[in-house]
């Protein structure tokens, strides 16, 4: 299973950007699809979660202005920033928990995207 994240950058404060992760390689099925954020020096915090069925779950700090979404048919997550901050800088990580066709669950790890909030 291969995670690839993209649409990292810099921004201003104020500003948006769309990270976009697609998973790919042997899937039985995708029950979570999540965001993390890790700011420089900090631990990776959960960012946004949705679950397969459609509930999501937010971040206190980023209820508002971002939001998640997944295409079941793309193998694709989606995490859309709005109103940026400059706190919400770092890398910001995709991972899904894939279901083999047991039962058995695992968790997989993209490589990170960076995301510059600065004016």
């Known amino acids: 299973v291969q995670l690839q994240a993209s649409g990292g950058g810099l921004v201003h404060p104020g500003g948006s950007l769309s990270l976009s992760c697609a998973v790919s390689?042997?899937?039985?099925?995708?029950?979570?699809m999540g965001w993390y954020h890790q700011a420089p020096e900090k631990q990776r915090e959960l960012v946004a979660m949705?679950?397969?069925?459609?509930?999501?779950t937010y971040a206190d700090s980023v209820k508002g202005r971002f939001t998640i979404s997944r295409d079941n048919a793309k193998n694709t997550v989606t995490l859309q920033m709005n109103n940026l901050r400059p706190e919400d800088t770092g890398v910001y990580y995709c991972?899904?928990?894939?279901?083999?066709?047991?039962?058995?669950?695992?968790?997989?790890w993209g490589q990170g995207t960076l995301v510059t909030v600065s004016s």
């Open positions: 949705t679950i397969r069925g459609g509930i999501t």
């Open positions: 390689g042997t899937i039985f099925d995708i029950n979570d």
């Open positions: 991972k899904v928990v894939i279901e083999d066709g047991a039962g058995i669950t695992s968790d997989h």
